[in-house]
Every structure is written in C-alpha cells, then in structure tokens.
C-alpha cells in the first residue's frame, strides 16, 4: 500500500499524558498537512510542512502542539499535557506541492481518547 | 479569515431522490475539492474544480465551480444507499493551506 499511513490509530489517555502519532506520506509528496477533526465538522487546519520546513501553524494551535518533519520524510505530532478537549480524529495529509492543485491526500486518521 | 459553509448539514432522503449539496464562501479560491468521508476514515477525494464555471460528472455526481470561483455544488442523481457519508468541501488559494466546510451528512434509505 503506498498511501498515506498514519499510526497508532487509536490512543486512549489520561489527562496529563503525553501522546505522539506518526504520519509517513505518499513517497513523491513533499508536502505534509496535519488536521484535527471532531464530531460532527470539518477537518481544522492545525500546520503544513513543504520539505522538513514548517511553512504554517494555526494559530489555534496552543504551545503544547508540536510538529516535525527532520528529513521531510515521516511526520510527528506530539501532544503535551493532554486535555480532555483534545480528545478528536487527528488526520495526516500529504500533496505533490509543487501543482499547487489543493488536492490532498489523507491517511486514516489517528483517533484520541483523553479521559 | 477564510471560510466555507456547506448546506444542508444534514439530508435524509429515499434511494431514487436527487439531491444538492452547496458550498459558499466570501473568498475566492485557486481550486475547490469534495471529499467523501466514512466513520472512523480519512476524507477520499472526489474532484477538483480549477476553473470558473467547471463542471465536472463522476457517474451519478455534478459538480460545479462558480463563475466567480467562490462557491460550488454537488448533485447526486438518483442517490442509492451506497452514497451514505460526509460530504466535504474544501478550498485552497494559491499555495496556502486548504480549507474545509463543516461537511453535510448523507443517509440514503433503501
């Protein structure tokens, strides 16, 4: 399967807990989009990687969000001190870039659980 | 702040009917997607629109890019349960990041 892969795809926490998930893109994409989504709406833009650089963070996005790409393969998105209100489908999604189209493919998505 | 508003939120309808699905906003995108959506999975994409005015069939499915690239519909002829999920829309502007409308939830009863 060369698609979009995403992992774990289910975490369940408690409060306080740090959690990581990992997103590795389609091959030939250079860039790489992280989303959140809960119930019921569309996916929230959280950032966007071109390469190993960061080009664009929500400003949504509190300080205990961090996301990296060191060799603009395999992304991670860590949460740090977990909260309830974290708890969403958090979705990997990786484009060519370089075609500028918007189309974006996403992975299965990671699904947190924060008790 | 760009934004995308999808309506109906919701349509329940009986396998046969043909329904639209709208997405409008006040901004103006380089290209606009519709994405399909299943519990528990990614969005799938359906289409992308580039032009204004594009219409684009998939089967059963139009859509349609507005004149003015700020808004777009999707129609379903003759829907059939199969059809049943969330119904995205999405829009990007010129390198920047892609944005997405609360989506409309599609049942199809048999």
């Known amino acids: 399967d060369t698609g979009v892969s995403q992992d774990p795809r289910h975490k369940i926490t408690k409060r306080g807990q740090n959690v990581t998930f990992r997103c590795d893109p389609i091959?030939?994409?250079?860039?790489l989009y992280w989303y959140r989504q809960t119930l019921g709406q569309g996916p929230e833009f959280l950032t966007y990687f071109q390469n190993e650089a960061q080009l664009e963070k929500s400003r949504l996005l509190s300080d205990r969000f961090s996301a990296e790409r060191p060799k603009g393969s395999f992304s991670t998105l860590e949460i740090q001190r977990t909260e309830q209100g974290d708890s969403a489908m958090y979705l990997c999604a990786s484009s060519l870039g370089q075609l500028d189209t918007g189309e974006l493919f996403f992975g299965e998505g990671s699904r947190l659980t924060v008790l | 702040t760009q934004l995308l508003e999808q309506s109906p939120q919701f349509l329940s309808i009986q396998e046969g009917e043909n329904l639209t699905v709208y997405c409008n906003s006040s901004?103006?995108?380089?290209?606009l997607q519709w994405y399909r959506q299943e519990p528990g999975e990614g969005p799938v994409l359906l289409v992308t629109v580039v032009t204004g005015g594009e219409v684009k069939k998939l089967k059963r499915l139009t859509f349609q890019f507005g004149d003015a690239r700020k808004d777009s519909s999707l129609h379903i002829t003759a829907a059939q349960p199969g059809d049943t999920g969330l119904y995205l829309c999405?829009?990007?502007?010129?390198?920047?990041?892609?944005?997405f409308g609360a989506g409309t939830r599609l049942f199809v009863k048999a």
């Open positions: 091959s030939e994409h250079n860039r």
């Open positions: 999405a829009g990007a502007s010129w390198g920047f990041k892609t944005i």
């Open positions: 901004s103006v995108f380089s290209s």
